[in-house]
Structures are given as structure tokens and as C-alpha cells.
């Protein structure tokens, strides 16, 4: 099993650009999630969806949207990015109290 | 929401000692306490949880403990190994009154562990 899997690995952005971070699970699981890491920061939820159809904000939702595609998938986008994006994003799903993470996406805004 | 606080925020110790990484809640009616291990260019990934029900949790040489009264809970690592170097967090469920489905866990700001030959 793949579990969490998340594209791309690494991007570079200008400051202005569009982009779509993508995340797709193979688990079954109803719930997905997106978070930012940064330094001394922890992990901050970004959106969430507790099941297909639905999607609801978190913590920090300013300057993104997200779609779910289907119960597999969960897609980040980042419409006009800034330089305070530049993060590593992690795609999550859930199963009960469990959270299984994707191996993240580096992001760089300049 | 639900305030996590973490500390150390680093931590040193030497292979063969025990370490402790310690974390408080705000909200009373949190009742899940899961702490997740980051190895570098990786995912965090849960390593233990305890639920309110209980005040301690053993899994060879980890551990949480939890102090409801206090408000505090802790994760326990005996005998380290390099392996056990690692970003460590902890987390707790959102405080009453949140609406929403899932699970919006709340994390702490992670602890950098070292542990040195």
C-alpha cells in the first residue's frame, strides 16, 4: 500500500504564480487534511475535509482552496502565491483518532 | 481553540539515557493524546496515544503519561538509540464547542531530539 501520497516533492514558485499541490490515499479513509510546517511553528491545519463532498477551514486557510476530487483525492491550490507560502505542506487522511501523514512537499516562494 | 504547548524544544542526551518531552493542554474535555515522530524529510508518524481513561501507556521503550488534573501529559523514551533522533510532537483534539467533522488536531511546536554516541 502507498498510503498518502503527495505531488510534487519539491517546486519553486515566483511570487504571483498559481499552483496545485495534489494528494491522493488509498486507505479508504473519509477524512483528508492539509497542514504547513514551519520552523518553531509545529504543524498548522489548513483546510480539511471530513468527507467527499465537503471541505472546511482551519487554522490558517487565507491565500489557498482546496477541492476533493473524490474520496481519494485532496488537492491544495494556491492561486496567487506569496512569500510567506514558502512551507512544507503535508497531506493527511484519516481513520478514527489515527492520522497517516504523505512524506510532504517542499514549497518555495520567491 | 485548543492551546498545545511543547518544551523542550530541543534535547540532547546521550545513548543509553532516558528522555522526556513534556506537553500541557488548555481544554478539560480533551480526552486523546497522540505524539507523532518526524524523521527528517519525512511525514510525522504516530508512534503512541492515550485516551483520558488511563494515566499511563507503555509500548517497549516508549510511554506516554497523562495528569488530567493538571492538564499535562508526557512522552517517556528509555534507553535511547540513535534511531530515536527525530523531531517529536505532541497533539490534542479541538476544545468543546468546535463545529466540523474530522479531527483537527491541535499540535505542539515539535521537540528536536538528539541523541549522541
Known amino acids: 500500500n502507498a498510503g498518502v501520497t503527495q505531488t510534487p516533492k519539491f517546486q519553486v514558485l515566483k511570487t504571483g504564480q498559481s499552483m496545485t499541490l495534489q494528494c491522493a490515499q488509498d486507505?479508504?479513509?473519509?477524512?483528508m487534511y492539509w497542514y504547513r510546517q514551519d520552523p518553531g511553528m509545529g504543524l498548522r491545519l489548513i483546510y480539511y475535509?471530513?468527507?467527499?463532498?465537503?471541505?472546511d477551514k482551519g487554522e490558517v486557510p487565507n491565500g489557498y482552496n482546496v477541492s476533493r476530487l473524490n474520496k481519494r483525492e485532496f488537492s491544495l491550490r494556491l492561486e496567487s502565491a506569496a512569500p510567506s507560502q514558502t512551507s512544507v505542506y503535508f497531506c493527511a487522511s484519516r481513520l478514527q483518532g489515527l492520522l497517516t501523514f504523505g512524506a510532504g512537499s517542499r514549497l518555495t516562494v520567491l | 481553540g485548543e492551546n498545545v504547548e511543547q518544551h523542550p524544544s530541543t534535547l540532547s542526551v546521550q545513548e543509553g539515557d532516558s528522555a522526556v518531552i513534556k506537553c500541557t493542554y488548555s481544554?478539560?474535555?480533551?480526552?486523546?493524546f497522540p505524539w507523532y515522530k518526524q524523521e527528517l524529510g519525512k511525514g510525522p508518524q504516530l508512534i503512541i496515544d492515550i485516551r483520558s481513561n488511563v494515566g499511563e501507556k507503555k509500548d517497549q521503550r516508549i510511554a506516554v503519561t497523562l495528569n488530567k488534573t493538571a492538564k499535562h501529559f508526557s512522552l517517556h523514551i528509555t534507553e535511547t538509540q540513535p534511531e530515536d533522533s527525530a523531531v517529536y510532537f505532541c497533539?490534542?483534539?479541538?476544545?468543546?464547542?468546535?463545529?466540523?467533522?474530522?479531527?483537527?488536531?491541535?499540535f505542539g511546536t515539535g521537540t528536536q531530539l538528539k541523541v549522541e554516541l
Open positions: 497533539a490534542a483534539p479541538p476544545a468543546r464547542g468546535l463545529t466540523g467533522g474530522g479531527n483537527k488536531l491541535t
Open positions: 486507505m479508504n479513509h473519509n477524512s
Open positions: 481544554d478539560s474535555a480533551s480526552n486523546y
Open positions: 475535509s471530513a468527507s467527499e463532498g465537503t471541505t
